[in-house]
C-alpha cells in the first residue's frame, strides 16, 4: 500500500515538474516574443538564446531561429547571423526562400564572398524574379572592379566619434551637422530599445579644419531601418561629447537624423520620427515612423517647425538631399508602390510649394534597400543601397547626372570608401576629391562612425619628343583617353612635360598632337603596372600633314558638349576616324594635304551637325573648327524680332532676322520640329494679350511657310504677358525700350528628329 502510495507521489511530482517547465518555458518564450514585436532585439536575443538551450521542439525551433537571425540582422551582428542562419538553413532547408538570401548577405558581410555567392545562387533559382540573385551571383566571379580605386583615397578616422552611433554628416556654414546617439547630458538616460543606445539628436562641429584623425577600436551595430519604437529603459551612464548641440529647438526626446539645408543656409529639412508639438503618433500597427520637417533660421535660432505635407502616419519619409539649385528633394520611404524595402523619391520644390513625390525609377531603386541620397553640386547623385551589387551590407553608389537624366548604369564607388560593412551618408565636391562618410567598419569605438576622405595623388609623368632630335617638344597637346572616355586636354612645358594623377585598374592612351608633325599615341595600363612615379616618351616625327582641332558647343549658351560622337571621313579614300567628345567638348583629328573631309558631330537628343573641312597642299597654318549643336528643349530668343504696339504683322526688321536666323537653322536640319513662342508687354488686359501673342505667333508660321518651311515642323502658341524678361509688369513704370523686350518671338526645339 506504502509502495502505491509513494509511486503515486512520484507520478505527481514528475507530472508538477513537467508542467512547470512547459509553463515557465512557454512564460520565457512569450516575453521574449513581446521583446522581439516590440523591437526590443538586444533583449529577444538574450532570451531566445537561452530558451534554445533548454528546447528542442523542431517546431518551437525553426520559429525561434527565425526571430534569432532576424534580430542579430537587425542591429547587424553579422557574425552572430551568419551562425544561426546557417543552423536555419542546416536544419530546416526548405525555409523561405528570404532566409537563404539573409544569409548571403551575412556572408558576403564577413568577406566570405565564395560562399555568398553561392546562396545568393541558391537564392536567384528560388526567386527569379528578384534580380539581387543573379546580379550578387555574376558580380562576386571577379571582386577587382570593387577595388579599382583602392590606392586613390585615402580614409580616417575623425576625432568628432563617440562611443555611440555618429554619422550622416552634412556640411553647414563651415563646419558638419551629423546624427549621433552619443550621451546626453546629466545622470538618468533615455535609450532606444532596438539596441539599448540613446535617441538620435543633431550635432554640430563648427570648423571642418579642427577635425583630426584618431584611430580608435573595433565597431560594432549599424544604423537602423525606417522605421523605430518609442519605447525605452532608463539606465545610468555619464556625459562623453563636448560636441555642441546643433538645435535645442529641432532636437527632441526621439531621434532626429539626417538633415538637408538651402543654400542660404536659412532653411533646413530633417528627419524626426512621427513626434511634433509635444504629440507623438503612431502607425495603425502601433509603430512611430519617420518623417520629414522643415525649418526656418531665426536670426539665431531654428523655429516654425513644419511637416512636409507629403508624409504620412502609415509609412516613413527620411533621409532628405536637396539639389544643386534647391529645386528637388530627394528622400527615401517606404511607402506602398516601391521596388523594394526603402527606394529613394524625388519631389519638385517650386515657389515655396511641394508637388508630389515620385519613385526615382528602376536603375536607382532595387528589390532591396537604398537610402541616404547626397546630390553634389554637379547634380550628380549617391546614395547607399544593398541591392546594388557590393561588396556586403551598404555600399556607396554614384548615378551621373547628364542631359536632364541620370545614367542608366549607376557605379558602385567601391573600396576604400565601401568596405564589407555598412558604409553610407557620403557628402562630397562635384569631383569626389574629398569628403565625409560613415561606417561601422573595424576601425570605429563603437557602432557607425564618421570618416574623412580624401583623393591621393599617384603621378604618371609624359615626356614628349621630337623623334630625330631626341629633344624635348614644349606646347604639345595631350589627350588622355581614360576607359575609352576622352579628359581635358594638356599641354608639355618648357621641358616636354605633363602629368597625370593615376586611376586604379584603368585603362589610358595618350594622344600627342602638335602642328607639323604626326599624331602618335601610347597606351598605359594601371591593371598590370603597379609601379609609382612612372614615366613614358612619346616621339613625334615632323609631317606636312595639318592637325585638326575642334570643339563642339552648344549653340545657345556656348558651352562644351561631352559625349557627343565626332567622325572624319575623307572624301577621297572614304576613310574614317572617330572620338567622343570629354567635358571640355574637343577633338583633334591628323588631315591630309589637299583633302575635302565631311566631319559629323552626333549624339541622342541632338540634331546632326554636318560640316565641309578643306585642307590645302602645303597646310601652312593648323585648322580650327567649333561646332555648334542644337537640343531637343533648347529655346533660341532671337534679338530684333519686336512688334509695334497693339501690332501682330511681321516688320520689315524682323523679316530679316527671320531670313537670317531661323529659316537657315529650319532648311539645314529638315526633321527639326519647334514650337514659335510670342508674348507681349503687359500693357493692356492678359486675356487680350494673350489673343495678340496668339497671333504674332500665327504670322511667324505663315512667314516660315511662305518660304519653304513645312507647316507640320512649326507650332505657334501666344504667352501673353506671362513671361516678361524684365521687370516690367502691371504697375511698374517703364519706357518704351523696356516694354519692346517683352513683346518678342522665341524658338523652341521640340524634336530634332
Keep these: 500500500m506504502n509502495n502505491k502510495i509513494l509511486k503515486i507521489r512520484l507520478l505527481l511530482f514528475v507530472f508538477f515538474i513537467c508542467t512547470f517547465g512547459n509553463l515557465y518555458a512557454q512564460t520565457k518564450l512569450k516575453e521574449a516574443n513581446y521583446q522581439f514585436e516590440k523591437l526590443s532585439y538586444l533583449e529577444a536575443i538574450r532570451q531566445y538564446e537561452d530558451f534554445l538551450k533548454e528546447n528542442k521542439d523542431p517546431k518551437v525551433k525553426l520559429e525561434i531561429l527565425k526571430k534569432l537571425a532576424f534580430s542579430y540582422r537587425k542591429i547587424q551582428d553579422t557574425r552572430n547571423a551568419e551562425r544561426v542562419f546557417s543552423n536555419l538553413i542546416k536544419d530546416f532547408p526548405d525555409v523561405e526562400s528570404e532566409q537563404y538570401l539573409y544569409y548571403a548577405q551575412a556572408l558576403a558581410s564577413n568577406q566570405k564572398y565564395r560562399e555568398s555567392q553561392k546562396y545568393y545562387s541558391l537564392y536567384g533559382e528560388k526567386q527569379k524574379a528578384d534580380l539581387r540573385g543573379k546580379r550578387f551571383t555574376i558580380s562576386y566571379m571577379d571582386m577587382s572592379h570593387f577595388y579599382r580605386d583602392s590606392s586613390s583615397y585615402k580614409v580616417e578616422y575623425l576625432s568628432i566619434n563617440s562611443r555611440q552611433a555618429d554619422f550622416s554628416p552634412m556640411y553647414y556654414n563651415g563646419g558638419l551637422v551629423f546624427s549621433s546617439a552619443r550621451d546626453e547630458a546629466g545622470i538618468i538616460k533615455r535609450v532606444f530599445g532596438w539596441n539599448q543606445t540613446p535617441f538620435l539628436n543633431l550635432y554640430f562641429v563648427a570648423d571642418t579644419a579642427l577635425l583630426s584623425s584618431k584611430m580608435g577600436l573595433q565597431s560594432a551595430s549599424a544604423v537602423g531601418g525606417m522605421s523605430a519604437s518609442n519605447n ?235 623623334a630625330l632630335t631626341k629633344l624635348p617638344l614644349a606646347d604639345v597637346d595631350i589627350r588622355s583617353v581614360i576607359n575609352g572616355e576622352n579628359q581635358e586636354l594638356k599641354i608639355t612645358n618648357s621641358v616636354g612635360l605633363m602629368s597625370i594623377c593615376l586611376q586604379s585598374l584603368s585603362e589610358y592612351e595618350f594622344k600627342a598632337i602638335k602642328e607639323g608633325y604626326l599624331m602618335n599615341a601610347i597606351t598605359f595600363s594601371t591593371r598590370s603596372n603597379t609601379a609609382q612615379n612612372t614615366t613614358l616618351a612619346i616621339y613625334l616625327e615632323k609631317s606636312n600633314t595639318s592637325v585638326l582641332k575642334g570643339i563642339v558647343k552648344s549653340e545657345v549658351n556656348q558651352k562644351p558638349i561631352a559625349g557627343v560622337q565626332v567622325t572624319l571621313e575623307n572624301q577621297k579614300d572614304k576613310t574614317k576616324q572617330t572620338v567622343i567628345t570629354g567635358e571640355d567638348g574637343g577633338y583633334e583629328f591628323e588631315v591630309k594635304p589637299d583633302t575635302e573631309n565631311k566631319l559629323i558631330a552626333e549624339k541622342d537628343n541632338y540634331a546632326t551637325n554636318n560640316e565641309v573641312i578643306k585642307s590645302t597642299e602645303n597646310n601652312a597654318s593648323p585648322l580650327q573648327n567649333v561646332q555648334k549643336m542644337y537640343a531637343k528643349g533648347d529655346v533660341i530668343r532671337l534679338k530684333n524680332i519686336y512688334y509695334d504696339r497693339d501690332k501682330f504683322f511681321i516688320r520689315t526688321d524682323a523679316a530679316l532676322e527671320l531670313e537670317k536666323t531661323i529659316l537657315p537653322i529650319l532648311q539645314k536640319y529638315p526633321s527639326m520640329k519647334v514650337e514659335i513662342r510670342s508674348h507681349t508687354d503687359s500693357r493692356s488686359s492678359a486675356s487680350y494679350n494673350l489673343e495678340l501673342s496668339q497671333k504674332r505667333a500665327k504670322a511667324v508660321v505663315d512667314f516660315l511657310v511662305e518660304n519653304g518651311i513645312d507647316t507640320s515642323r512649326l507650332m505657334a502658341r501666344g504667352y501673353g504677358e506671362t513671361e516678361p524678361i524684365n521687370e516690367c509688369v502691371d504697375g511698374v513704370s517703364c519706357s518704351e525700350e523696356q516694354h519692346q523686350e517683352n513683346r518678342r518671338t522665341e524658338f523652341k526645339i521640340l524634336s530634332v528628329k
Design 232 to 466: 525605452e529603459t532608463l539606465v545610468q551612464e555619464s556625459p562623453l561629447s563636448k560636441i555642441e548641440d546643433f538645435s535645442r529647438i529641432l532636437n527632441t526626446k526621439y531621434h532626429e537624423g539626417p538633415v538637408s539645408f538651402f543654400k542660404d543656409g536659412k532653411k533646413v529639412i530633417f528627419t524626426r520620427n512621427n513626434y511634433n508639438k509635444g504629440r507623438a503618433r503612431e502607425s495603425k500597427d502601433g509603430t512611430n515612423r519617420l518623417k520629414l520637417y522643415s525649418a526656418n533660421l531665426n536670426k539665431e535660432s531654428w523655429s516654425n517647425v513644419k511637416e512636409l505635407p507629403f508624409n504620412n502616419d502609415e509609412f516613413s519619409c527620411g533621409h532628405p538631399a536637396l539639389n544643386a539649385d534647391n529645386t528637388k528633394l530627394y528622400f527615401v520611404s517606404d511607402m506602398p508602390g516601391g521596388f523594394g524595402g526603402t527606394d529613394i523619391y524625388i519631389v519638385e520644390y517650386n515657389d515655396g510649394k511641394w508637388g508630389k513625390p515620385i519613385n526615382a525609377g528602376r536603375e536607382i531603386n532595387t528589390e532591396g534597400n537604398e537610402m541616404f541620397p547626397f546630390v553634389d553640386e554637379n547634380n550628380n547623385l549617391y546614395f547607399a543601397s544593398d541591392g546594388h551589387e557590393g561588396l556586403g551590407g551598404l555600399d556607396i553608389f554614384f548615378a551621373e547626372y547628364k542631359d536632364g537624366k541620370f545614367s542608366e548604369t549607376v557605379v558602385n564607388v567601391g573600396a576604400p570608401l565601401n568596405s564589407e560593412k555598412d558604409d553610407f551618408g557620403l557628402i562630397t565636391d562635384g569631383g569626389r576629391n574629398s569628403g565625409y562618410f560613415s561606417s561601422n567598419r573595424k576601425k570605429g569605438i563603437h557602432d557607425d562612425n564618421i570618416y574623412s576622405f580624401k583623393k591621393e595623388c599617384h603621378p604618371l609623368n609624359i615626356v614628349v619628343y621630337d
